[in-house]
C-alpha cells in the first residue's frame, strides 16, 4: 500500500471506530484531537484539566469542557473537534459485561460456590448508597498471616472491561484451584487474593442507564455547582492535585475539593490501609494496552534505584505475555491523584495500573464489545500469577535474569 493510500485509510477506520463512541452524558463536553507529540505537550493539556483518552506518537484524544479547549488553544497547540460522535450502541449487544446487579449475584455465587475459599466484603458504601465489594480469596484455612495482593477495577465508569477482568480472574483461579491445578494451587495456598472489582459502582450504572453508553468517567458526586462526579483516579492523598487534575467540578479530571473527599476513595484508602501483609496492587484500567508504574505526578523517577529496578523488570517480564508496552505513568503525561502513586508513595506498595484493550481508538476505544473479554483476560492470567507470585517479597525478582 502507498503512503497515499495509508493517511486516508486511518482517517477513515478513525471516523468508522468513532461512532463506537457515545455522547456525553454531559452535552457540555467536547472530544478533540490535540497535536502535541510528546509527554511535555501532553502535559501540558492534561494540566488544563481535558482528560486524555488516547495517545498516539503525534496526536492525543482528549474531552475537555469548553475553556479547557480554548485554555488548549492559547497553548499553541493545533486543535480539531471530532464531530461524529453518534450511532450510540447499546449495551444490550454487550450483555456479558456485568451490570451492578449481576455483578453483585456472580460475586455472591462465587462465594455460595467456593465458601471454604473465599470471603465477601462491603468495604464501604458510594455517594448514592451501593455497596463497594472486596472478594477475598484464601485457600490455606490457617490463622497465619500471608502476603496480600490488591487488584482493583472500574474506577473509571465507562471502562467496564476493568470490572471483568479481575471478575473473570477470580472466577479463573478458584475453578483452576477447585479443578485441582497443581501450580495454581501450591501459590494459591500460600496467598491472600483481594479483588475489588469495582470501585465506581455508582459510575457504571449511570453509564449504561437508558440502554445508552454515556461515556461517563467520574463517580455521581453532586458538586457543589450542581455538576456531577469527582474523577476518583485524581482523588488519593498523595501529592493531591500536583498537575494533570482540575479544580473544575464540570471537569472530567475534577480531583474534588479535599483529598479522599469521596466515599469511594476513601473505602479503598482504609482497606488497603487495614491489610497488613499487602506489598503488590494492581489497579485495571482501560484502553491503550500500557503497564505504568509511579510515578504519575512528577517525571522525576522514583528515587529508590532497587524500587526502579524492581518496577522495571517486573512491568518488562509482564509484558512478554500480555504485549503492552511497560512505562513510568507520567511519560504519557503527569496525572497526581491517582491509586498507584497514593498506594506506593504513602505505603510503599508496588503498585500498577494496566491500560487494558484495546490499542485503538478505532479498535472500539472504552468500547470494544463483550467478544473481547476473554481474549483480555486469558492474556492477563500470567502478569496476575506473576504479581501474586512475587507478592511475598518483589525484591526477589532481582535475585532471577528474568525480563529480557
Ligand atoms: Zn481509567
Redesign the pocket.
Known amino acids: 500500500m502507498s503512503v497515499k493510500w495509508i493517511l486516508p485509510l486511518f482517517s477513515f477506520l478513525f471516523v468508522l471506530g468513532s461512532t463506537k463512541i457515545a455522547t456525553s452524558g454531559s452535552s457540555e463536553m467536547m472530544t478533540l484531537k490535540i497535536a502535541a507529540k510528546n509527554s511535555f505537550e501532553r502535559t501540558l493539556v492534561s494540566n488544563t484539566g481535558a482528560s486524555i483518552e488516547f495517545v498516539k506518537d503525534n496526536y492525543i484524544i482528549v474531552r475537555a469542557l469548553l475553556e479547557e479547549k480554548t485554555a488548549i488553544e492559547k497553548l499553541g497547540l493545533k486543535v480539531e473537534v471530532e464531530s461524529s460522535l453518534s450511532n450510540l450502541q447499546f449495551p444490550s449487544k454487550d450483555s456479558e459485561y456485568h451490570d451492578y446487579t449481576e455483578l453483585v449475584q456472580k460475586l455472591r455465587q462465587m462465594n455460595q460456590k467456593f465458601p471454604n475459599y473465599t470471603s465477601l466484603k462491603s468495604i464501604g458504601r458510594t455517594i448514592e448508597g451501593r455497596e463497594i465489594w472486596a472478594l477475598v480469596i484464601r485457600t490455606n484455612p490457617s490463622t497465619s498471616v500471608l502476603p496480600q495482593a490488591v487488584f482493583m477495577g472500574g474506577?473509571?465508569a465507562r471502562?467496564h472491561l476493568?470490572v471483568d477482568t479481575p471478575l473473570r480472574l477470580a472466577d479463573w483461579v478458584l475453578e483452576s484451584y477447585a479443578s485441582e491445578d497443581a501450580r495454581i494451587m501450591a501459590l494459591l495456598d500460600e496467598r491472600e487474593i483481594h479483588i475489588i472489582p469495582a470501585v465506581n459502582p455508582d459510575g457504571l450504572e449511570f453509564d449504561i442507564s437508558d440502554d445508552q453508553y454515556k461515556t461517563w468517567r467520574k463517580n455521581r458526586r453532586r458538586n457543589s455547582d450542581g455538576t456531577y462526579g469527582v474523577d476518583l483516579?485524581r482523588n488519593y492523598s498523595y501529592k493531591w492535585g500536583t498537575g494533570g487534575s482540575s479544580s473544575n467540578p464540570r471537569s472530567d479530571t475534577f480531583k474534588g475539593p479535599t483529598p479522599f473527599s469521596e466515599p469511594e476513595t476513601q473505602a479503598i484508602q482504609s482497606y488497603v490501609k487495614s491489610l497488613t501483609n499487602a506489598k503488590i496492587l494492581l489497579s485495571f484500567?482501560?484502553f491503550s494496552k500500557l503497564i505504568l508504574y509511579p510515578w504519575g505526578h512528577t517525571n522525576d523517577r522514583i528515587n529508590k534505584d532497587k524500587d526502579l529496578q524492581v518496577y522495571q523488570k517486573m512491568a518488562e517480564k509482564m509484558s512478554t505475555w500480555n504485549d503492552y508496552r511497560p512505562m513510568q505513568s507520567s511519560g504519557l503525561y503527569i496525572a497526581s491523584g491517582d491509586t498507584t502513586d497514593w498506594a506506593y508513595g504513602e505505603l510503599g506498595i508496588f503498585s500498577f495500573t494496566f491500560e487494558l484493550d484495546p490499542k485503538e481508538q478505532w479498535e472500539g476505544g472504552f468500547y470494544p464489545g463483550d467478544e473481547i473479554i476473554q481474549s483480555v483476560v486469558d492474556k492477563n492470567k500470567e502478569p496476575f500469577l506473576f504479581l501474586l507470585d512475587y507478592a511475598d517479597d518483589p525484591y526477589r525478582v532481582l535475585n532471577f535474569g528474568i525480563g529480557r
Open positions: 474506577h473509571h471502562e476493568s483516579n484500567h482501560t
